[in-house]
């Protein structure tokens, strides 16, 4: 009668480190899972970081040609009508 009591605490105990294994198993696999999602999420904010960083030097570049541009086309037409630009306002000159 002890054996058997003694068997049955036997597997009872072997089935419990087997359950705590298993839970452990699969905490290590979930915990790998989130990392992994963390580090692709955290990818993708620096991609799209990037790209926006990228688009923003584009824009800027395209509005300083565009003040560039204005500038020359501002002093060729003073030359042109023999202006001269002085604080907001331009004044023709007066011979």
Same mark, same amino acid.
């Given at each position: 009668m002890k054996?058997?009591?003694i068997k049955k605490l =036997?597997?009872?105990y072997i089935s419990f480190i087997i359950s705590?294994?298993?839970i452990f198993v699969i905490c290590n696999i979930g915990i790998g899972i989130f990392h992994t999602y963390k580090r692709? =999420? *955290?990818?993708? =904010?620096?991609e799209l970081s990037y790209?926006?960083?990228?688009?923003l030097l584009e824009y800027e570049k395209e509005e300083w040609e565009r003040k560039l541009n204005n500038i020359n086309v501002e002093k060729i037409?003073? *030359? =042109?009508?023999?202006m001269v630009k002085k604080g907001e306002r331009v004044y023709k000159l007066i011979d």
């Open positions: 054996n058997l009591t =036997k597997i009872n705590v294994f298993i692709i =999420k *955290e990818q993708k =904010k620096i790209k926006n960083d990228i688009i037409a003073r *030359e =042109k009508l023999n």
